[in-house]
């Protein structure tokens, strides 16, 4: 009986990583008021009921994947003392809910959806995340606590035990829901009615909420923002403002621009954090899963993130698990969008649904401009740093054992569950392969390249991935370079196919690969799709055919593997060949690496 189980932990583990960003001087942003979901770790017992038999199927008919416009389905809902009848419930996510294997899907339940007044300690709306490709169930909440530490207004976070109708439903990530009760509880009464709004992708796949200028048309908007608060005004004038000053200052002028309108504080360390994390299902990789409010108090963008679910390298967005180990510390999706073709068959992500169309383009601006500035750049580089400082793979590792000792008898009860219990018991020290799926949009057609590629089927242990993660971060950030996140491009014409050297100088080797190794380079196309193409596969299969236009580049992708005794040998491959020179055993480390192209090449260039 899952009832017997104990449900609450010290919450010792949580205190000292506080202390710990404390002491490392970051700020912190208001505390929300205590609240019995949250203060304590605990596995929450949530009981709904439904009147209905066909309760399922209801549901099931009002999903929607965006917060506005949600049909509710009355239920009673019972947790501890608390007992409310009737609440709103409704399915909910993107991935999460499609590609469920089981009917354990993600849930919202908004207690005030039809009796005003309902809520537990200022928190009306829960919602109950499923930890779809997560098999370890412990990236969502660490990240979570950790944001909050790091000063972010922060969705707090816990765990429940769902029954409905009597029957364990399975095991989920209880996450307070950011909306009107939320600016409440971590920006202040009095400083809860500005406008909010969501970033995500839009309903096709075809477009991401990268702050891109879409002109003066608010519709053109809200296929890629959802307006959570005021939305009875219709007001968009300041979020088509912000995008408009982002998209067309320039970076020479952008400080002075931003400063007196966004807290570039609160998006330097969401970005920093995502990357630490390799988080990519976020602004900088997928252009989705944040929120920003404008403060009424001093009329400042804020920033919010939300549904770290898959931080922690659970999507990949294309790259490796050794990419995303190695993940460069100013990476967007442009590192690797623009290595690829549009389209080109078999490279992730996938190209759009056949035809000619090409893919959409592929920038965040926000992320990129503000690098391009240098005040902002050292900033970061700062933030990041402090990060890291507190980022102890001991520490952090050791509160995800805790939490998953906590939930480790709800998995092993949790029929429905996502994952096997082997996978749970082997998330923390063993990658996990799980079987490839993605949404299907109603086009046929997959995510667009550069905007969401398929979903991860390698999902990283977290000890290796955690250590490696920081080992990278350290040799970067002391001014080596991840070498898996760099990309070398070799010019090829129609009139000069002839061998063209391109040299790219690595300024330091980082300290995870000074031992023996090699490097991998691989032919990822070039060029926009030449003619139609079949349609993308779900989630980032191939696209349009591979382009071969004269003055196209050709692109190589640079790894790092465990490999021979030297420390680079010599690679060759169809129409391609490459040299290096050096040795560990000399004390030395590369200064340059030749590669050259003879022609625009079709077939993987490997060695």
């Given at each position: 009986?899952?009832?017997?189980?104990?449900?609450?932990?010290?919450?010792?583990?949580?205190?000292?990583?506080?202390?710990?960003?404390?002491?490392?001087?970051?700020?912190?942003?208001?505390?929300?008021?205590?609240?019995?979901?949250?203060?304590?770790?605990?596995?929450?017992?949530?009981?709904?009921?439904?009147?209905?038999?066909?309760?399922?199927?209801?549901?099931?008919?009002?999903?929607?994947?965006g917060d506005n416009g949600?049909?509710?389905?009355?239920?009673?809902?019972?947790?501890?003392?608390?007992?409310?009848?009737?609440?709103?419930?409704?399915?909910?996510?993107?991935?999460?809910?499609?590609?469920?294997?089981?009917?354990?899907?993600?849930?919202?339940?908004?207690?005030?959806?039809?009796?005003?007044?309902?809520?537990?300690?200022?928190?009306?709306?829960?919602?109950?995340?499923?930890?779809?490709?997560?098999?370890?169930?412990?990236?969502?909440?660490?990240?979570?606590?950790?944001?909050?530490?790091?000063?972010?207004?922060?969705?707090?976070?816990?765990?429940?035990?769902?029954?409905?109708?009597?029957?364990?439903?399975?095991?989920?990530?209880?996450?307070?829901?950011?909306?009107?009760?939320?600016?409440?509880?971590?920006?202040?009464?009095?400083?809860?009615?500005?406008?909010?709004?969501?970033?995500?992708?839009?309903?096709?796949?075809?477009?991401?909420?990268?702050?891109?200028?879409?002109?003066?048309?608010?519709?053109?908007?809200?296929?890629?923002?959802?307006?959570?608060?005021?939305?009875?005004?219709?007001?968009?004038?300041?979020?088509?403002?912000?995008?408009?000053?982002?998209?067309?200052?320039?970076?020479?002028?952008?400080?002075?621009?931003?400063?007196?309108?966004?807290?570039?504080?609160?998006?330097?360390?969401?970005?920093?954090?995502?990357?630490?994390?390799?988080?990519?299902?976020?602004?900088?990789?997928?252009?989705?899963?944040?929120?920003?409010?404008?403060?009424?108090?001093?009329?400042?963008?804020?920033?919010?993130?939300?549904?770290?679910?898959?931080?922690?390298?659970?999507?990949?967005?294309?790259?490796?698990?050794?990419?995303?180990?190695?993940?460069?510390?100013?990476?967007?999706?442009?590192?690797?969008?623009?290595?690829f073709s549009a389209g080109?068959?078999?490279?992730?992500?996938?190209?759009?649904?056949?035809?000619?169309?090409?893919?959409?383009?592929?920038?965040?601006?926000?992320?990129?401009?503000?690098?391009?500035?240098?005040?902002?750049?050292?900033?970061?580089?700062?933030?990041?740093?402090?990060?890291?400082?507190?980022?102890?793979?001991?520490?952090?590792?050791?509160?995800?054992?805790?939490?998953?000792?906590?939930?480790?008898?709800?998995?092993?009860?949790?029929?429905?569950?996502?994952?096997?219990?082997?996978?749970?018991?082997?998330?923390?020290?063993?990658?996990?392969?799980?079987?490839?799926?993605?949404?299907?949009?109603?086009?046929?057609?997959?995510?667009?390249?550069?905007?969401?590629?398929?979903?991860?089927?390698?999902?990283?242990?977290?000890?290796?991935?955690?250590?490696?993660?920081?080992?990278?971060?350290?040799?970067?950030?002391?001014?080596?370079?991840?070498?898996?996140?760099?990309?070398?491009?070799?010019?090829?014409?129609?009139?000069?196919?002839?061998?063209?050297?391109?040299?790219?100088?690595?300024?330091?080797?980082?300290?995870?690969?000074?031992?023996?190794?090699?490097?991998?380079?691989?032919?990822?196309?070039?060029?926009?799709p030449t003619g139609p193409?079949?349609?993308?596969?779900?989630?980032?299969?191939?696209?349009?055919?591979?382009?071969?236009?004269?003055?196209?580049?050709?692109?190589?992708?640079?790894?790092?593997?465990?490999?021979?005794?030297?420390?680079?040998?010599?690679?060759?491959?169809?129409?391609?060949?490459?040299?290096?020179?050096?040795?560990?055993?000399?004390?030395?480390?590369?200064?340059?690496?030749?590669?050259?192209?003879?022609?625009?090449?079709?077939?993987?260039?490997?060695?």
């Amino acid at each position: 009986d899952l009832h017997s189980f104990p449900t609450r932990r010290s919450s010792d583990l949580v205190s000292g990583l506080l202390f710990l960003l404390f002491a490392g001087g970051i700020a912190l942003a208001q505390t929300p008021p205590p609240n019995p979901l949250f203060d304590q770790d605990a596995v929450q017992h949530i009981s709904l009921t439904f009147q209905q038999a066909d309760w399922f199927q209801k549901l099931t008919n009002n999903y929607t994947p965006g917060d506005n416009g949600v049909t509710y389905v009355q239920a009673s809902f019972s947790w501890g003392s608390y007992q409310f009848a009737p609440v709103g419930v409704s399915f909910t996510g993107g991935n999460s809910y499609n590609d469920a294997a089981t009917d354990k899907v993600p849930f919202r339940i908004k207690l005030d959806a039809f009796i005003s007044g309902q809520q537990i300690s200022g928190v009306s709306t829960v919602v109950l995340n499923n930890a779809w490709d997560d098999p370890s169930f412990v990236r969502e909440k660490p990240y979570y606590e950790f944001a909050a530490a790091a000063g972010l207004p922060t969705p707090r976070s816990n765990f429940a035990a769902l029954y409905i109708n009597g029957e364990y439903w399975g095991l989920y990530v209880l996450d307070e829901a950011v909306d009107r009760n939320f600016l409440t509880n971590h920006f202040g009464s009095g400083n809860d009615t500005g406008n909010l709004y969501k970033g995500h992708i839009s309903v096709d796949g075809t477009q991401a909420a990268t702050f891109a200028y879409l002109g003066s048309d608010p519709t053109a908007y809200s296929a890629v923002w959802e307006k959570e608060t005021n939305a009875n005004a219709d007001d968009w004038t300041d979020l088509m403002a912000l995008c408009q000053l982002i998209d067309q200052t320039p970076a020479s002028s952008l400080k002075q621009a931003l400063d007196p309108v966004m807290d570039v504080t609160s998006v330097l360390t969401a970005l920093a954090l995502d990357n630490l994390t390799a988080n990519l299902d976020s602004y900088a990789g997928a252009g989705e899963n944040f929120y920003i409010y404008r403060d009424p108090k001093n009329n400042l963008w804020e920033w919010i993130p939300w549904n770290p679910a898959w931080a922690f390298g659970a999507y990949s967005d294309g790259l490796t698990v050794q990419q995303l180990r190695e993940l460069a510390i100013e990476w967007t999706v442009d590192s690797i969008a623009n290595a690829f073709s549009a389209g080109t068959t078999g490279a992730p992500p996938g190209g759009p649904p056949g035809g000619t169309t090409p893919a959409p383009p592929m920038t965040r601006p926000l992320a990129e401009k503000l690098w391009q500035v240098p005040e902002y750049a050292q900033q970061y580089r700062t933030i990041y740093q402090n990060l890291l400082n507190q980022f102890q793979p001991k520490s952090v590792l050791s509160r995800m054992a805790t939490l998953q000792t906590l939930i480790s008898p709800y998995v092993a009860q949790d029929t429905q569950d996502l994952v096997t219990q082997q996978q749970f018991n082997q998330s923390m020290t063993t990658d996990t392969a799980l079987s490839a799926s993605s949404t299907t949009f109603p086009t046929g057609g997959g995510f667009p390249g550069g905007i969401i590629g398929a979903a991860s089927t390698t999902i990283p242990g977290l000890q290796p991935f955690v250590s490696d993660r920081v080992l990278s971060l350290n040799a970067q950030l002391s001014g080596g370079t991840a070498l898996s996140s760099v990309m070398i491009s070799v010019a090829n014409t129609v009139n000069n196919p002839a061998v063209i050297p391109v040299t790219f100088v690595v300024t330091q080797v980082p300290s995870a690969v000074v031992s023996p190794a090699s490097l991998t380079f691989i032919s990822l196309g070039s060029g926009p799709p030449t003619g139609p193409g079949p349609g993308g596969g779900p989630g980032g299969g191939p696209g349009g055919g591979p382009g071969s236009l004269p003055g196209s580049s050709q692109t190589f992708q640079v790894t790092s593997t465990g490999g021979p005794a030297s420390f680079f040998t010599t690679i060759s491959a169809p129409n391609c060949s490459s040299a290096f020179s050096t040795n560990p055993s000399t004390g030395t480390t590369p200064t340059s690496i030749s590669v050259t192209a003879n022609t625009i090449l079709t077939s993987d260039c490997t060695g």
